[in-house]
C-alpha cells in the first residue's frame, strides 16, 4: 500500500508513520510533506495515480489542506486526520473516505485499514471484470448525525438498506444501523444497478450481502443475509425472474 502523508507536526507524523509500518509491512511512504507550500510543490510535479492512501491533516501552519483540491487533481483514497471535529462535512464534500481525530488510535487505524483494503480489492476486480463496470458518478456517500459528531458511511461500508414506517436505515458489515433522510426509492437511483438490488419495497441489498438463497413456493426466492435480520427477505414472482438475471450480471435491475 503505498501512502501519501501531509502533517505539519513531526511528531504527529513520524508516530502515524510507526503505527501504519507496525499495522501493515506493505505500506511504502512515497512523501512526507508538512505544509501546503511543500505539498503544492510536490503535487505540481507528481501524479498520484499509483497513490493509493492519502493522510490529510487539514490545518497546517500555512492553510488548510482543502485548497489543493481546488488546484490539484488529486487521486487515492483521502483520509483525514484532525483535532478538530468541525471540519467533517467539508471532508465529506471532497468525497474523503474517513475523518480520524487526533490523537489516532492504534485500533481505529488497524479498522480503516482493513476497509482500505476491501475497498482496493472491490475496486480492482471492478476494473478487471466487465461485468461489474460501474460510473464514477455512482459511489455511495452518506454523512451521518450521531448525536453531535458527523461520519462519513461510504459504499464500501454499506451491506444493505432497509426501509419501514418511513424510516430508511443503512445496515453495515458489523451490523449497526444508521438512519438517514433519503427515501429507498432515491438511493435506489443512486445507487450502481451492478452492486445493489431492490429485493422488495423494503429492502436494497448489496451482492455480497447475500449469504444463501431458497426456493419458494409460487416461484418466489427467500434470501438470507448477511449481517442477518429477523423479518424475511422474500423476492416476488414478478422480480424472481429480474434478480436472477442480476445475479448472472445480465442488465440492470
Do not use: C
Not at 463496470?133 to 438498506?161: M, V
Not at 438463497?213 to 434470501?223: A, C, D, F, H
Amino acid at each position: 500500500m503505498r501512502v501519501i502523508i501531509l502533517e505539519d507536526e513531526k511528531l504527529a507524523a513520524k508516530r502515524l508513520i510507526r503505527m501504519l509500518s507496525e499495522l501493515r509491512s506493505d505500506i511504502t511512504v512515497l512523501a512526507e510533506l508538512s505544509s501546503i507550500q511543500e505539498a503544492e510543490s510536490f503535487f505540481s510535479q507528481h501524479v498520484t495515480e499509483k497513490t493509493d492512501v492519502l493522510f490529510f491533516d487539514i490545518q497546517l501552519g500555512d492553510g488548510q489542506s482543502f485548497e489543493l483540491f481546488d488546484r490539484f487533481k488529486i487521486n487515492g483514497i483521502l483520509i483525514f486526520t484532525t483535532a478538530y471535529d468541525q471540519y467533517a462535512l467539508k471532508a465529506f464534500k471532497v468525497q474523503a473516505m474517513d475523518y480520524l481525530l487526533k490523537p489516532v488510535k492504534v485500533d481505529e487505524l488497524d479498522r480503516l485499514l482493513q476497509r482500505i483494503e476491501q475497498f482496493i480489492s472491490a475496486e480492482s476486480k471492478v476494473s478487471t471484470d466487465p461485468m461489474l463496470e460501474r460510473s464514477d458518478n455512482k459511489n455511495l456517500r452518506f454523512l451521518i448525525k450521531i448525536g453531535k459528531s458527523l461520519k462519513i458511511i461510504s459504499q464500501e461500508d454499506i451491506a444493505y438498506f432497509y426501509s419501514d414506517h418511513k424510516l430508511t436505515l443503512i445496515i453495515t458489515w458489523s451490523g449497526k444501523k444508521y438512519p438517514i433522510d433519503q427515501s429507498l426509492n432515491k438511493i435506489e437511483e443512486m445507487a450502481p444497478a451492478e452492486l445493489f438490488f431492490r429485493l422488495n419495497r423494503k429492502l436494497l441489498v448489496h451482492i455480497k450481502a447475500i449469504e444463501e438463497m431458497l426456493v419458494y413456493p409460487k416461484s418466489r426466492i427467500k434470501v438470507l443475509l448477511k449481517p442477518s435480520m429477523e423479518e424475511e427477505a422474500i423476492v416476488s414472482t414478478e422480480k424472481a425472474g429480474l434478480f436472477k438475471k442480476w445475479l448472472e450480471g445480465e442488465g440492470e435491475n
